[in-house]
């Protein structure tokens, strides 16, 4: 029994036979809860007067009558629902033999065979009619959750193709009219309300609250963010995205958390946003902050590891500098400028002076003959206008024909792009500097296209860098230095007395490549002066292209070379492997993320592992383009006892990012879903469902399961709490505001008070000197 203390009752546990309804509270003795009521009464003061004057109530006695007439869940199954069945049939038949028999006939004759027949086929019409009923209760049951998981598939759907929510609820209106016969096609409730609803209070939460799950159940992640203008709010949104070892499906996985709206974006102001945004994920996790160049990002992070790492031996970040796309980008845009050819302008002007023109368009082809039009210029992401470069490359001949026919004319354009166009074509190297930078544009490309992937790339980072510098530099520099200097000791900038450089080919010898060598022999009317200022042109930006390179991209960075360990193609050619990894453990126990014990295991166990001819045969026959890098290692070591402690520092090494190149696909996928007058949250959630219906393969792989459907019932309390949140919240404002403006109105009242009083003061004191001077005289 519950100890009893004077003055006060406690719930006494053989309350529960006089009454079966009557329940304990956890962590309460002096409270009941009825399970027929689901409410909670205190017994403290009345004991078991309390109880017997609950039972007594008439909303308690409604509800327990209910519940004994309803049908219980377990009848709803199969083996439940026969086992009943067979009890209430033989419950029947005996209570029928029984009647039978208190009759006390002398003999069975025809009556009572007739009565006892009778009493039992009323017996089993009523066990057949509580069959039939069962079935139809378990039936509506399941169409339940058939029409809710129809409807969470179509919010799902709306929100993958970008739909309007008005748009998508005439189209559930319509399913009515095209499927009369369809329980749930006429059963869908789907109104443009709900609809956002569901998406932003049931499927967004879920979605978010699996992703954190799968997060925290990892020992580490990398962080990625970047922002960007939001149109629709006027606020920077800074995206959140997490790079992590998914141990569902044993892979590493880039998937976006959240976004923070943001006015200023200071360093101090990036910090408190990440804070808000990964609320209840270990900050200490954290291993790499994948970033793009700008000094604040790194001041952001010098103050996130001053804010969550300022104790000793704690875990400090691994650091691959910032993003290794957003440098091979700046390296050519900064090459390209040094030229001073304008060339970007001219692009810009000869798509703006055909746009929206059909005056224009139209004498371009009668002039010249051709439908081909110029390409949009892309401001931001300069390597994307080589496909620009290769058309107006292409209209060069056209454009000229065009120019000569309305020059001098009525039809010719008064605009600035028709003068800047008219200007630069009159340049007889035109075609061959078009045909350097999209030359240039090309090889920039192709590292561009193979890194913008979630899959692990970080391993074959240093190497394809190393390619990209290496073939501008055998372009310009002499072939003795870069045999006998390393890439990293060559100055392409350094000079001489005479001010002309070391390391550098002569203006004459300077390698153009095959496609600007064909323009440049094309060209007419072009003096050997002219030739080498363009060839000096092309140094100059091969030069600020290596340089910029070698300054801010990840080569620099001891683990970017360290990474090589874990690149297949490299280990089986390169006996400096076993070093690499050595240099890449000793990173990692530098940065306290692995004890030492673990470190010198993974490191005896890599050896091992390399030893093994068979192993060595995978790693030669291993094509990047055909394998996940994750999953090859997983086949070489994951679930072997021999290796596990190797396994853990290779899902670390294979978590670093190579790229902010999910966030940038992430802007495009925010461009989409914006329409006016759309909330932040809607766009936070419509994101994050986005994410991970992409990440799970597609509406036709997603699995509706049971706690989705449930959280989508749950949508309108949770959409209705919101709104009374904010209604309090307004209110709150409101009070503050009304509060405000009273205490102005007594500030004023009061300062106008103590003026008149001033005034008053002032005015009897000279009164009195008047009546002084008079008294004095």
């Excluded at 224009?360 to 496909?387: H, M």
């Excluded at 200097?485 to 350094?494: A, M, P």
């Excluded at 009304?738 to 000279?766: G, M, P, Q, T, Y």
């Amino acid at each position: 029994m519950a100890r009893r203390i004077r003055g006060r009752n406690s719930f006494q546990p053989q309350w529960k036979e006089e009454f079966p309804w009557l329940q304990e509270v956890d962590g309460s003795n002096h409270s009941a809860r009825c399970s027929v009521c689901r409410t909670i009464f205190s017994v403290e003061s009345m004991g078991r007067t309390a109880v017997v004057s609950h039972s007594s109530g008439n909303k308690h006695k409604l509800r327990l009558s209910s519940s004994e007439k309803s049908t219980s869940l377990d009848t709803w199954t199969t083996k439940a629902g026969s086992v009943h069945v067979a009890t209430a049939v033989a419950n029947a038949v005996a209570e029928a033999s029984s009647v039978s028999s208190l009759s006390k006939l002398p003999s069975l004759g025809l009556g009572s065979t007739v009565a006892s027949s009778c009493e039992v086929s009323q017996v089993g019409h009523q066990v057949k009619q509580h069959t039939v009923s069962t079935n139809r209760g378990l039936s509506s049951y399941l169409k339940r959750d058939e029409v809710t998981r129809a409807e969470t598939l179509w919010c799902l759907q709306t929100v993958m193709n970008h739909d309007s929510l008005r748009g998508a609820a005439s189209s559930v209106s319509l399913f009515k009219r095209m499927f009369p016969d369809d329980y749930i096609a006429n059963s869908m409730q789907l109104q443009k309300d709900k609809i956002s609803y569901v998406i932003v209070y049931g499927l967004s939460p879920y979605f978010h609250s699996e992703l954190k799950t799968r997060i925290n159940s990892c020992d580490f992640f990398s962080l990625g963010f970047d922002e960007s203008m939001n149109k629709v709010a006027q606020k920077q949104q800074m995206d959140l995205s997490a790079r992590f070892w998914d141990i569902s499906q044993n892979r590493v996985c880039s998937r976006y958390v959240t976004s923070v709206f943001l006015h200023h974006t200071t360093a101090e102001d990036l910090l408190k946003a990440i804070k808000a945004g990964l609320e209840n994920l270990d900050f200490l996790k954290i291993i790499q902050l994948s970033m793009d160049g700008p000094n604040v990002n790194f001041k952001l992070l010098k103050l996130l590891a001053e804010d969550t790492r300022s104790f000793p031996d704690a875990p400090q970040f691994l650091d691959i500098g910032s993003c290794g796309l957003h440098t091979v980008h700046n390296a050519f845009k900064t090459g390209i400028k040094k030229t001073c050819w304008d060339i970007m302008e001219f692009f810009r002007a000869l798509y703006y002076l055909f746009k929206e023109a059909p005056g224009r368009r139209g004498d371009y082809t009668q002039a010249s003959g051709s439908n081909v039009f110029p390409l949009k210029v892309c401001s931001i992401r300069w390597v994307e206008n080589g496909r620009v470069a290769k058309r107006a490359r292409e209209m060069l001949p056209h454009v000229d024909k065009y120019i000569s026919s309305v020059k001098g004319t009525a039809k010719e354009p008064t605009c600035r792009s028709f003068s800047t166009v008219s200007k630069a074509i009159k340049d007889n190297l035109l075609t061959a500097k078009i045909a350097f930078f999209e030359g240039l544009a090309e090889n920039v490309e192709e590292f561009l296209k193979e890194f913008q992937c979630d899959a692990p790339m970080a391993p074959f980072l240093y190497d394809a860098l190393t390619v990209l510098v290496k073939h501008a530099m055998t372009k310009i520099v002499k072939k003795n230095v870069l045999e006998s200097t390393s890439l990293q000791k060559i100055d392409v900038l350094k000079q001489n007395e005479s001010n002309s450089f070391i390391c550098l080919k002569d203006i004459k010898n300077v390698d153009l490549g095959y496609g600007t060598r064909l323009a440049l022999g094309k060209c007419k009317n072009v003096s050997e002066k002219d030739i080498l200022l363009f060839r000096k042109d092309c140094r100059t930006a091969l030069q600020h292209f290596v340089v910029k390179l070698m300054q801010k991209s990840p080569l620099k960075y001891p683990l970017t070379k360290a990474l090589n360990c874990l690149n297949p193609c490299h280990m089986s050619t390169n006996a400096d492997a076993c070093k690499q990894l050595t240099s890449a453990l000793e990173i990692v126990l530098k940065a306290n993320l692995f004890s030492a014990t673990t470190i010198e295991r993974a490191d005896r166990e890599y050896k091992v592992l390399c030893s093994q001819p068979l192993v060595m045969e995978d790693l030669k026959t291993y094509s990047r383009s055909e394998t996940r890098l994750d999953a090859f290692w997983m086949k070489l070591i994951d679930g072997k006892k021999e290796y596990e402690n190797l396994v853990p520092v290779v899902k670390l090494l294979l978590t670093v990012s190579h790229g902010n190149a999910p966030l940038e696909r992430g802007f495009s996928v925010n461009k989409e879903i914006l329409v006016e007058n759309m909330k932040e949250t809607s766009v936070i959630a419509q994101r994050r469902i986005y994410d991970h219906v992409t990440y799970e393969g597609g509406l036709m792989k997603l699995d509706i399961t049971k706690p989705m459907i449930l959280s989508v019932r749950n949508a309108h309390c949770r959409y209705t709490e919101a709104l009374n949140e904010q209604r309090q919240a307004n209110a709150d404002a409101m009070k503050l505001s009304e509060a405000n403006k009273r205490a102005a109105a007594e500030l004023r009242e009061l300062k106008e008070k103590k003026r008149k009083l001033i005034e008053d003061a002032e005015r009897e004191v000279s009164i009195i000197n008047e009546r002084v001077k008079e008294l004095q005289k």
